[in-house]
């Protein structure tokens, strides 16, 4: 039985990063930034209240005259509430698409103390004129999707003179809804990605704390076709190595699942939070997806 604080039995230290590196090779590939590029078309830039931005910033304890580095910005749904509290805001994405709608949200919002910087966590932020200590709060929004964990709050961690917070799924992504998955029987990975982050930083000597932020997602679609090829997804991505019989079983499942709980959605044609048209069909229940929020002061005990 091994534990958060580190050890298993005997005392053997867990390395978090190796198990988070083996974790991953079980996976789908990561999304690459083509591919967040084309969602970008998705999403509008009207200004619309984000309630799960409004509890990250509330969490994130920013406070007057803060310098914020925000990674993996997207569309700017932090960046740009900060800019109009008056922050100056240096936010990176590596999606050419997401920078473009952070353009578009800046310009409706009348905001000029951001600075869009296309970069990728892979990369060598140095360059792209990233430094130490540059920031006196570092976040990173739903956007860990990296193959090296460590590495990644590293340089984040490196960034902030202060503070870094970030969320991370509390299960294996949030596209996977373990609700529906254990009720067409398919098996749902035990893990908790955060638990990955909170471990690498305790061992380093900080002492992250963690919060939780549950949002609300409704799903629609314009017909149960469209819903089950949507939702087949789900087991593809909990169970990738799944053998065609098995897989085809549950999809069948799923179907007959999604016909149960189907029904007409009554706000047909209005936008979303994306500002996408509604379906003409929906779940009967919103999904809830848990986010931890995870804080640490990079001061305390540093490594670095």
Not at 91 to 114: H, T
Request: charge should be negative.
């Amino acid at each position: 039985m091994r534990t958060i604080a580190g050890f298993g039995t005997g005392g053997t230290m867990i390395d978090f990063n190796e198990e988070w590196k083996q974790l991953q090779l079980t996976r789908a590939p990561l999304k690459n930034s083509a591919h967040w590029t084309k969602k970008s078309a998705r999403y509008d830039s009207k200004d619309k209240r984000n309630l799960y931005a409004e509890a990250f910033l509330d969490l994130a304890n920013v406070q007057p005259g803060d310098v914020i580095f925000d990674m993996g910005c997207g569309t700017g749904a932090l960046a740009v509430p900060l800019a109009k509290a008056g922050h100056e805001v240096y936010a990176a994405d590596f999606s050419d698409g997401m920078l473009a709608k952070l353009g578009e949200n800046m310009a409706i919002n009348n905001v000029d103390s951001i600075t869009p910087i296309k970069m990728s966590w892979g990369d060598d932020w140095g360059a792209y004129g990233i430094e130490d200590n540059m920031a006196d709060i570092a976040i990173a929004s739903r956007s860990i999707a990296v193959a090296d964990l460590e590495g990644a709050l590293v340089k984040l961690t490196r960034t902030a003179r202060r503070r870094c917070c970030i969320t991370l799924t509390t299960g294996t992504s949030p596209n996977v809804d373990p609700r529906l998955l254990k009720a067409i029987g398919v098996p749902v990975s035990p893990t908790r990605d955060y638990l990955y982050a909170f471990g690498i930083l305790a061992q380093q000597g900080f002492e992250p704390t963690v919060d939780y932020i549950h949002s609300t997602r409704k799903d629609t679609f314009d017909t149960q076709a469209e819903a089950l090829e949507d939702f087949t997804r789900m087991i593809d991505a909990s169970n990738p190595s799944m053998p065609a019989p098995e897989r085809e079983a549950a999809v069948a499942r799923l179907d007959a699942w999604l016909s149960e709980h189907i029904v007409e959605n009554p706000d047909a044609g209005m936008p979303d939070k994306k500002g996408v048209p509604e379906g003409l069909l929906c779940l009967d229940v919103l999904r809830v997806v848990s986010w931890a929020f995870i804080a640490w002061d990079t001061q305390i005990d540093s490594p670095y």
